[in-house]
């Protein structure tokens, strides 16, 4: 079922016209006499200023739309899919008066029952990312070719099929919250009253809402997709989104930080740091394991017992147990005993400066340092960017190898194949957002989980997860991380799901993890990419091939609808 029941009676439609000279990646396939006839493009120039600073709104309410048709292969199967590029108008709960303009990417495949076909919404984090990252670099019919985990050079740059589309499973809509890409709130309104934990995850629940109404899809099978800081706004919107009735089939949590209070734990992230070690060839062990996957669970189990252990003795000297983990932490580290001693072994450790001691110092003999995002990227004598918390960190070497070919190739893509202009400045990062971010957070318990007394951010979000999986008891939650990633380390994001308050051991068996050799954005490794795809295969199988489970879910989320009435 397309976005747009109405465009397939277009009388402008014309025989056999595609947007794109070749039939055999981008055209609806042809009839068995040879000829094809698809719907008509409808570009769109939208003239409205989005303006992504605090203060900044507009007055223009109209829910616009260029709808372009493509088709893709995906395994052995031709899709045909209409992609929708435009915006949505969400309204304030209460007053149902329009509070926000919402830009999003839709892809949908072509001919099937909406109620049959799962729809996944898919974000980035930040706070003040938009998805065009996610967008361009996982699972759409397109991605951008990069050199990952080397520099990708500058134009001309390819944009290609993407044979891990979740096009194959999945319709896909990709969000941008207030303030980034070309969202903006609608006066009376500005965009700082949606930069905050809370007010961005029940505006992101209003855009579900309206896409949903606007699209017939209320009875879909319903996902989220969020990444890095999108995986604590999955958190809070999941919840809220079952207490307004609307109740998911799955989740996907990729490069979790699911406690911010973890942030920095050396016993996290030293798993992480011994798997850069390992790939750069840096170990203090002969031979060197082969087996990625089995070393750093010997690592993990080493984190968690006399690496902890010997955290909260030091300095003791004396103390033979210190010596011993010291050796082992130099062993798994590549980093020699004195100098982990000078960081009172904390592999996380900052400098002054904000650069991480690890990834300055690894390859220090080379002139290079390691990216935070992904730690097989290296660049030339570049400061890890400031205080690696999981914001948009443009000096980074993982994010400077690709930022580029991002840049140009979402603008070619949205203006040339997707047939959306404006003259606005499209925000992918908008660092007035994560500046200007209410990090407080009440959770399912009425419990303030967002900041402490002193103003310092303490975000706690899997109690959210925990909550929504309890009373959706047939929620399927995938957690994804790569090895190399030094922002969110995947070990962290195990034990944020381990002492999450879950209790009931069968809701736990619908939590998955995954981990791969890869970053913070997954993806962007080709072979990760696919394994992800694979997983995510799975995950989808799963929830949705359960047809008794698809129908408690259903009935709930009338439940919930009936007694949102009542009250």
Sequence with gaps: MNDQPNDQNDPNDQPGQTDDPSPATDAPAPTGNGRHRSPA?????????????????????????????????????????TATAGHLVTVDASSSQPDAKMFYVAFTKDGVLAQDRPVTFFYNGGPGSSSVFVLLGSFAPKRIKTSMPGFTPPAPYTLEDNPDSLLDRSDLVF??????????????????????????????????????????RWNSPKFLYGESYGTARSCVLAYRLHEDGVDLNGITLQSSILDYTQSGDPVGALPTAA?????HGRLGITPAPADLQAFVAEVAQFARTDYREALAKFPDAKNPAIAAALDTLSKYTGIDTQTLSAWNLDVAAYDSRGNSLFLTTLLKDKGVALGSYDGRVTAIDTGIAGSVDPNSGGNDPTMTAVSGVYTAMWNSYLN?????????????????AFENWNFGHVDPTGAQKGVDAHGNVVLYTAGDLAAVMA??????????????DFVTPFYQTV?????????????????????????HM????NGSRTA??????????????????VARIRALQRMSTMSGMHH
Excluded at 522 to 525: H, K
Aim: net charge negative; charged share 20%.
């Design 41 to 81: 493009d409808q570009p769109c120039f939208d003239p409205t200023a989005y303006g992504n600073g605090p203060d900044d709104w507009v007055t223009d309410m109209t829910e616009n739309a260029a709808i372009t048709h493509h088709a893709i292969q995906i395994g052995g199967e031709v899709i045909a899919y």
């Design 175 to 216: 969000v941008n919250p207030v303030g980034t890409g070309y969202s903006a709130a609608i006066a009376p309104h500005h965009n700082r009253d949606f930069w905050g934990v809370d007010q961005d995850a029940d505006s992101l629940k209003q855009f579900i809402k309206r896409y949903l109404s606007a699209n017939d």
């Design 275 to 279: 798997s850069d070690a390992w790939y």
């Design 416 to 432: 040339e194949t997707l047939k959306f202009r404006t003259n606005s400045s499209f925000t992918d990062l908008n660092d007035q």
């Design 471 to 484: 009373l959706n008891p047939d929620l399927r939650v995938l957690s994804a991380n790569g090895y190399y």
């Design 495 to 519: 034990i944020d799901l381990q002492k999450m308050p879950l209790a009931d051991q069968k809701v736990r068996n619908n939590l998955s993890a995954r981990f791969y050799p890869s970053g």
């Design 522 to 525: 997954v993806y962007l490794d």
């Design 532 to 549: 992800l795809k694979a997983d995510l295969a799975q995950l989808y199988q799963s929830a949705v091939a359960d047809g008794r489970a």
